[in-house]
C-alpha cells in the first residue's frame, strides 16, 4: 500500500450527511478529504482559519508568485514615497542646496564651472511623479484584492503532524481490522454475513454535494 500523503482537500456534503466534527463534536457539512488514504475527517469550517495546530492552507503556485508580486510592489511604493517626500520638503531641499554652496564657496578657487551644478540641483521630478505613486498604489490594491480572493477560494490543507500521524496510525489500524474481518469470514463461512457485517461496521466514503 503506498504511504499517505498529508495533503487535505475541503469538501462540503449534503446536510443530511452532516457528521460530528473531529475537534468539538458538532454536526459539520465540510469533510477534509485525502484521496492518498483514502482518508477523512468532518470539520467546521472555523477551525480551519489561524490554526496550524489543527491545518494549514497550502496555497498554489499562483498565490505565492501573487505575494511576491506584492512584496515587489510594495517596496516600489516606499521608494515612490520617500523620493515624493524629498521634493515635498522643500525646506530642506533649500538647506541641502544652501549647505552644497557653502562648500563649493570654501573651495571656489579650484571650482569655476560652479554654475554648471546648479541644474544638478534640481528636485528629482520623474522618480515622484504623484501619478506614478498613485498608479503604483492602484496596482497594490489590485494584486492584494487577488491576493486575498486566492486565500478565501484555497481548499487545500495539510495536518498538523502530530494530527496527520495519529490519521496514518488510525488508518493502519483500520486496515488491519479488515484484514481480520475477511479472514474471520473465510474461517467461519457458515456464520451468518448478515451478523458479520454487524459486527464490523466500516465507514463509507464521503459523497460530495451535488450544489
Ligand atoms: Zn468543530
Same mark, same amino acid.
Given at each position: 500500500?503506498?504511504?499517505?500523503?498529508?495533503?487535505?482537500?475541503?469538501?462540503?456534503?449534503?446536510?443530511?450527511?452532516?457528521?460530528?466534527?473531529?475537534?468539538? $463534536?458538532?454536526?459539520?457539512?465540510?469533510?477534509?478529504?485525502?484521496? $492518498?488514504?483514502?482518508?477523512?475527517?468532518?470539520?467546521? #469550517?472555523?477551525?480551519?482559519?489561524?490554526?496550524?495546530?489543527?491545518? %494549514?492552507?497550502?496555497?498554489?503556485?499562483?498565490?505565492?508568485? *501573487?505575494?511576491?508580486?506584492?512584496?515587489?510592489?510594495?517596496?516600489?511604493?516606499?521608494?515612490?514615497? $520617500?523620493?515624493?517626500?524629498?521634493?515635498?520638503?522643500?525646506?530642506?531641499?533649500?538647506?541641502?542646496?544652501?549647505?552644497?554652496?557653502?562648500?563649493?564657496?570654501?573651495? %571656489? %578657487?579650484?571650482?569655476?564651472?560652479?554654475?554648471?551644478?546648479?541644474?544638478?540641483?534640481?528636485?528629482?521630478?520623474?522618480?515622484?511623479?504623484? #501619478?506614478?505613486?498613485?498608479?503604483?498604489? *492602484?496596482?497594490?490594491?489590485?494584486?492584494?484584492?487577488?491576493?486575498?480572493?486566492?486565500?478565501?477560494?484555497?481548499?487545500?490543507? &495539510?495536518? *498538523?503532524?502530530?494530527?496527520?500521524?495519529?490519521?496514518?496510525?488510525?488508518?493502519?489500524?483500520?486496515?488491519?481490522?479488515?484484514?481480520?474481518?475477511?479472514? &474471520?469470514?473465510?474461517?467461519? %463461512?457458515?456464520?451468518?454475513?448478515?451478523?458479520?457485517?454487524?459486527?464490523?461496521?466500516?465507514? $463509507?466514503?464521503?459523497?460530495?454535494?451535488?450544489?
Amino acid at each position: 500500500m503506498p504511504a499517505m500523503i498529508n495533503q487535505y482537500v475541503a469538501r462540503k456534503v449534503a446536510l443530511k450527511d452532516m457528521q460530528p466534527c473531529a475537534i468539538c $463534536s458538532k454536526p459539520s457539512t465540510t469533510v477534509l478529504y485525502n484521496a $492518498s488514504g483514502p482518508d477523512w475527517l468532518y470539520t467546521c #469550517d472555523i477551525h480551519l482559519q489561524d490554526n496550524p495546530q489543527f491545518a %494549514s492552507p497550502i496555497y498554489s503556485t499562483e498565490y505565492n508568485e *501573487a505575494l511576491g508580486k506584492l512584496k515587489l510592489v510594495k517596496s516600489k511604493i516606499e521608494r515612490l514615497a $520617500s523620493a515624493k517626500n524629498q521634493i515635498g520638503s522643500w525646506d530642506g531641499w533649500v538647506t541641502k542646496i544652501f549647505s552644497k554652496k557653502e562648500k563649493q564657496k570654501a573651495n %571656489s %578657487s579650484e571650482n569655476r564651472e560652479s554654475t554648471t551644478t546648479e541644474t544638478a540641483d534640481a528636485p528629482p521630478e520623474v522618480e515622484g511623479d504623484p #501619478d506614478t505613486l498613485l498608479e503604483t498604489q *492602484a496596482e497594490y490594491g489590485k494584486i492584494l484584492d487577488e491576493v486575498a480572493e486566492l486565500r478565501r477560494t484555497n481548499r487545500k490543507y &495539510e495536518l *498538523a503532524k502530530i494530527m496527520f500521524e495519529s490519521r496514518v496510525l488510525k488508518k493502519r489500524t483500520d486496515q488491519l481490522n479488515r484484514e481480520r474481518y475477511l479472514k &474471520e469470514q473465510e474461517n467461519y %463461512s457458515n456464520t451468518d454475513p448478515e451478523e458479520l457485517l454487524r459486527k464490523h461496521a466500516f465507514p $463509507s466514503v464521503p459523497r460530495q454535494d451535488k450544489q
